[in-house]
C-alpha cells in the first residue's frame, strides 16, 4: 500500500505570493492532518480535516487554510506569503476508523517551502 | 493544556551502547503518546505508540518506552544502538476526539563508531 504522498516536494515563493500543497493520504484513511516545522518554532499543528470537515485547528492566522476532498485528498493554501512560512509542510494520515481520533498517523516526506 | 518536554536537546553515543531519551508530558487525562523518528530530509516514521494497557511498549528497530503516570514520562529505551539510528527523536502527545499531536522539541542523536 503507498504510503502517504505530498506535491511538491519542493517549491521556491517570493514574499506575497500564494502557494497550494497538496496530500494523498494512505489509501482507506479518512483523517488528514497538516504541521508545520520550522528550527525556531518545532513541529507545530496547523489543522486536521476529517470527512471533508475541519475538525481541529492550530493557532495560525487566517492566511493559512485548507479543505479536504471527497476522497480525503487534502490541499492547504498560504496566501500573502511571508518569509516566516519558510518551512518543511508535513501531512499525516489516519484511519479514524471512529470519530474518536488520537489514531497512530502516518506522515508524508513533506514539502519544503522556502519564501524570499 | 498538553504540552511535552524532551530536556536533552542533543545526546551522542558510541555504537552498542544503551540508550534512553527523555520525555515529559502534561496532560489533564490518560494521554496517548507516541515517539517518531525523522531522518535527515524525511518525514516522521512512528517507533511506537501507548494507548492504554501494558505500560511497557515495544516498538520498530529494537525501541521500547515505558509510561509511567506518576513521573508523567514516556522515555523510550534501546539496549544497543546502531549507527544507523542517528536521527531526531520527537515524542509527541494527542487526546481523544482528535488527530491533533503536541510535539516535544526533539533529541538529535549522534552515534559515534
Known amino acids: 500500500k503507498a504510503g502517504v504522498t505530498q506535491t511538491p516536494r519542493y517549491l521556491i515563493k517570493t514574499r506575497g505570493q500564494q502557494v497550494t500543497l497538496s496530500c494523498s493520504p494512505i489509501?482507506?484513511?479518512?483523517?488528514v492532518s497538516w504541521y508545520q516545522q520550522t528550527p525556531g518554532q518545532g513541529l507545530q499543528f496547523l489543522f486536521e480535516y476529517f470527512s471533508e470537515t475541519q475538525r481541529n485547528k492550530g493557532n495560525f492566522p487566517g492566511r493559512f487554510s485548507g479543505r479536504q476532498f471527497s476522497n480525503s485528498r487534502s490541499e492547504m493554501n498560504v496566501s500573502t506569503l511571508e518569509l516566516g512560512d519558510s518551512a518543511l509542510y508535513l501531512c499525516?494520515?489516519?484511519?479514524?476508523?471512529?470519530?474518536?481520533?488520537?489514531?497512530?498517523?502516518?506522515f508524508g516526506p513533506g514539502t519544503r517551502l522556502l519564501v524570499l | 493544556a498538553q504540552s511535552v518536554t524532551q530536556p536533552d536537546i542533543h545526546i551522542t553515543v558510541s555504537e552498542g551502547a544503551s540508550l534512553e531519551l527523555r520525555c515529559n508530558y502534561s496532560?489533564?487525562?490518560?494521554?496517548?503518546l507516541f515517539w517518531y523518528v525523522q531522518s535527515p530530509g524525511q518525514g516522521l516514521q512512528l517507533l511506537l505508540k501507548?494507548?492504554?494497557?501494558?505500560?511497557l511498549v515495544q516498538g520498530i528497530k529494537g525501541f521500547e518506552a515505558e509510561f509511567k503516570r506518576s513521573q508523567s514520562s514516556f522515555n523510550l529505551r534501546k539496549p544497543s544502538v546502531h549507527w544507523s539510528d542517528a536521527a531526531e527523536y520527537f515524542c509527541a502527545v494527542g487526546a481523544q476526539n482528535t488527530d491533533k499531536l503536541i510535539f516535544g522539541t526533539g533529541t538529535r542523536l549522534q552515534v559515534f563508531p
Open positions: 499525516a494520515s489516519s484511519l479514524a476508523l471512529t470519530s474518536g481520533g488520537a489514531e497512530t498517523q502516518y
Open positions: 501507548y494507548f492504554s494497557g501494558d505500560t
Open positions: 496532560y489533564g487525562a490518560t494521554p496517548y
Open positions: 489509501s482507506g484513511h479518512r483523517s
